[in-house]
């Protein structure tokens, strides 16, 4: 019978089966400081130990600071002291701080070639869904199940349904993964997907890159869906080959083979089928308070009288005030304050690659602060190699060390009251970057571009072949 | 985890759809390691103006909502971050049964793993549910998990569906990874025959 790329990694992770539940069991567990202490705790409480502590690994992302120096915050410090001697006491091995291969945990995980085909892959963050572009089923748990998997390597799940996002057509020049995927969940709506794994799939998802494909799944959360996944295919083998965990020698071989037939057979069907049309997409700017409030840079802001649904009406209501926006406003006219380049959605090498196109050799406006915080210190290292690194600070960008930084506001970079930002993060959730901030989810060029201009801009009308110094 | 087998208590009404855990609970107190004491920082920028001021303007803040215990939701309530926080902070705060069109999927199953009741109806249901609380005075309500129905504040009885499993170890105050301990053969056995790179 054919079957979906969703079903031949479930099936084969299915220990048991029983009151409608499966038993799956977990080929790699990432951890974090912000989710993970209690967890520990509750071991330490049950005298349990770390079933596998060599399928679990450990990074530092949430709070650390992105300038040199210590972590001065006491309660960052208490959390990330707390997974340094808990990775200890359990034996865990732990990319901190300092180590060269610290960064957030979506970023390093495929770097490092943890992340593969096939794999069962589970995480104390929602955005766990990233590592399923390479074709793992991967998805965020909360601090029970962090605790659960700890101790059993194991989860109870529930079958989820199944669902195809086919991007149809071909993408238009200047159109990039996150407008792809803010494009779809201004479509489906922001809980189209719950309760479904979604596979992408269409001629556009096969033509992005490994990390592009990344970026669509990393925001498969944010229309509800736990879990997206792409094929396997050889962009993501030329992508893996040589990384450190990946299988060396005939084991790399005999690992392609066998990932070459993961992909969903011909005829294999879902549960749900969703269709989105990529021709018609343009760069998207996020207007409102959730990923789905979204509108082409062309556009301008919606009316709340717009909408049929009183409760979507009063939703955009409350996301206009909150945003400081007016009905019918046209997105190019507004000003931003700060901008972010960063977080697990977009701080890839490629992603910065793509900014420092767009700025090289001209100036952040002078009333925008701007700041580029790479996924990980290996990405760091890398743009620093290609003098990406100069190229924002010759513009007025800051150049951070690796961390989450400004997407989630749990360290020093924060957005303060009233303050507006183009931000290449996942979501805009009401004060997620600091309370009062105002958030504007975009891609890396687009960010680039409205840090250029202090608003925003649409980057394909921007005349941006390289200057040549 | 406390056994817990029907809820009876005072009922907030938070209309709203797609309400975030992000605003359930928000960032500067995922610092804290302890499992405790969420409930005072719940909805914090909703509930509170900056210098600590109760928003007369936010649900929760209305004098016949407080002390309730059963949370009526709008849909996809606690979308986004898997943060368990969210769920602990409502259960501190003291709600054991949030009843909503949907909610997103990890703080569904975040609300399960500590005993707090996550109850999905179709949203014509809720609304008929919210409709039937008194504003002025307020209302209780019932959520029977034994019987796996809810008696609204005029008798009508309305039953829902909730995973067997998840309930088994609601009712019973159940440990599950002590659960999952009892097949630790069959995952030995997986382990055994599965080698992962």
Known sequence: MARTLFEKVWDPHVVLEEDGLALLYVDLHLVHEVTSAQAFEGLRLAGRRVRRPELTVATMDHNVPTLPGPVTDPMAKAQLDALRANTEQFGIRLHGTGSGHEGIVHVIGPELGLTQPGKTIVCGDSHTSTHGALGALAFGIGTSEVEHVLATQTLYQQRPRTMLLEFAGERPPGLTAKDLILGAIGQVGVDAGVGYVVEYGGEAIRALSMEERMTVCNMTIEWGARAGMIAPDETTFAYLEGREHAPQGADWERAVERWRSLGSDAGATYDAHVVVDVADLVPQVTWGTNPGMVVPVTGSVPNPASYDDPNDRAAAERALAYMDLRPGQAIQEIRIDKVFIGSCTNSRIEDLRAAAAIVEGRTVDPKVTALVVPGSAQVRRQAEDEGLDRIFVDAGFEWRLAGCSMCLGMNPDTLEPGERCASTSNRNFEGRQGRGGRTHLVSPQMAAAAALHGRFVDVRALDHEPVTV | ?197
């Open chain 2, 1 to 197: 985890m406390k056994p817990l087998r029907t809820v009876t208590g005072r009922v907030a009404v938070l209309d709203r759809p797609d309400v975030d855990t992000d605003q359930i609970i928000p960032k500067q107190f995922l610092k804290r390691i302890e499992r405790t004491g969420y409930g005072k920082f719940l909805f914090q920028d909703w509930r509170f103006d900056e210098d600590g001021n109760e928003h007369p303007g936010f649900e929760l803040n209305r004098p016949e909502f407080r002390n309730a215990s059963i949370l009526l939701a709008g849909r996809n309530f606690g979308c986004g971050s898997s943060r368990e926080h969210a769920a602990w902070a409502l259960q501190d705060y003291g709600f054991d049964a949030v009843v909503a069109p949907s909610f997103g999927d990890i703080f569904r199953t975040n609300a399960g793993k500590i005993g707090m009741l996550a109850i999905t109806l179709p949203e014509d249901e809720v609304g008929r549910l919210m409709e039937s609380i008194d504003l002025d005075t307020g209302s209780e309500m019932t959520v029977d998990l034994e019987r796996r129905v809810i008696v609204a504040p005029d008798g009508r009885e309305v039953p829902f569906a909730f995973d067997e499993a998840t309930r088994e170890r609601i009712l019973n105050g159940l440990d599950d990874i002590a659960l999952t301990l009892e097949h630790e053969d069959a995952i030995a056995a997986y382990e055994a025959t599965h080698s992962i790179a």
